[in-house]
């Protein structure tokens, strides 16, 4: 069945620090990838999308994320992070029916300063 | 004005009670879903529409029904509420003209507790 793993609960990236979050798929033909951004009390928000040809993907509020194929996974950077980037993230993948997103369980970011 | 809307945004109810749940777009989208958020679970689909004749179970539809009322609102109903259904739920939409690419967009979110 398809899945995805977003393999960290939470993490603390200091004001001003890159951020990496992980994500990894489980699916047998090329994936339509989501990242969304849900910050405290409100809805989900599209970060950015991968369905085919470049695999950097560029998204809103500076992030990017890199699909790769041999290591099944679609992960979510930032050079540099800032206050408001303080957030829960999910990372997704359209089903194989195209039907639904299936959605991994969030990370948490926590930025200090 | 946002282009999801979900209404009440909050909801504090009592085991046993019937309670429904509204979402209406502006989006002009064909496809509608409803999902569940709790914590450390992420999101599970609970039902989904692709037009206004169209209604299909998701992930965990049990204890839940829907109506598709129009092509821009589609409400979740929950006959009997119990508290293990107390969690967030999300209304989304896409565009199914869009082949291959579910961009979905989502509602603000209700916040639903069941005593």
């Known amino acids: 069945a398809q899945s995805v793993t977003q393999p960290d609960i939470h993490i603390t990236v200091s004001e001003g620090a890159s951020l990496e979050l992980r994500c990894n798929y489980s699916?047998?033909?090329?994936?339509?990838l989501f990242w969304y951004v849900q910050s405290p009390g409100q809805g989900l928000q599209l970060l950015l999308k991968y369905f085919s040809g470049d695999t950097l993907v560029q998204g809103i509020k500076g992030f990017e994320a890199e699909f790769k194929r041999s290591q099944s996974s679609f992960n979510l950077r930032k050079p540099s992070v800032h206050w408001s980037d303080a957030a829960e993230y999910f990372c997704a993948v359209q089903n194989q029916a195209g039907t639904a997103l299936i959605f991994g369980k969030g990370t948490t970011l926590s930025v200090s300063s | 004005d946002a282009d999801v809307t979900q209404t009440p945004r909050n909801r504090i109810t009592k085991t046993g009670k019937r309670i429904m749940l509204e979402c209406s777009q502006t989006k002009g989208h064909d496809r509608m879903y409803w999902y569940r958020q709790d914590p450390g679970l992420g999101l599970r689909l609970i039902y989904y529409?692709?037009?206004?004749?169209?209604?299909n179970k998701g992930e965990i539809s049990d204890g839940y029904s829907v109506s598709r009322q129009a092509q821009a609102k589609f409400s979740l109903s929950l006959e009997s509420a119990i508290p293990n259904q107390t969690a967030l739920y999300f209304c989304?939409?896409?565009?199914?003209?869009?082949?291959?690419?579910?961009?979905?967009?989502f509602g603000p979110g209700t916040r639903l507790t069941v005593l």
């Open positions: 989304a939409t896409s565009d199914l003209r869009r082949v291959g690419a579910d961009t979905q967009y």
């Open positions: 529409s692709f037009d206004v004749k169209d209604i």
């Open positions: 699916y047998g033909a090329t994936p339509y």
